[in-house]
């Protein structure tokens, strides 16, 4: 298959800008799916952390942006499990 993206590329060079944006798509995808999968609410073992989202603090920025909240001053509002 990488051959025959080199032999077009080479009959047709105004295609390889199109299969280097279509690689960096992908690519982003791979590695945004690969942070979401280990994110601190996935659980992929159940027996030893059920749940994992539980044991974090209230000052943990889980969130890519934040754009209102500061998370240094916030303070835990619920109890302890």
């Known amino acids: ?26 690519g982003g995808a791979t590695m945004y799916l690969i942070r ?12 030893s952390n059920p749940e994992p989202w539980n044991q974090l603090s209230p000052t943990y920025q889980y969130k890519f942006v934040a754009v209102n909240t500061d998370y240094k001053t916030l303070k835990k509002e619920g109890p302890d499990f």
């Not at 080479?10 to 944006?21: S, V």
């Open 1 to 26: 298959m990488l051959r025959t993206i080199c032999d077009h590329a080479r009959k047709h060079p105004g295609l390889i800008p199109q299969f280097f944006f279509i690689c960096l798509g992908m």
């Open 36 to 47: 979401l999968a280990r994110g601190p609410h996935v659980t992929w073992n159940k027996t």
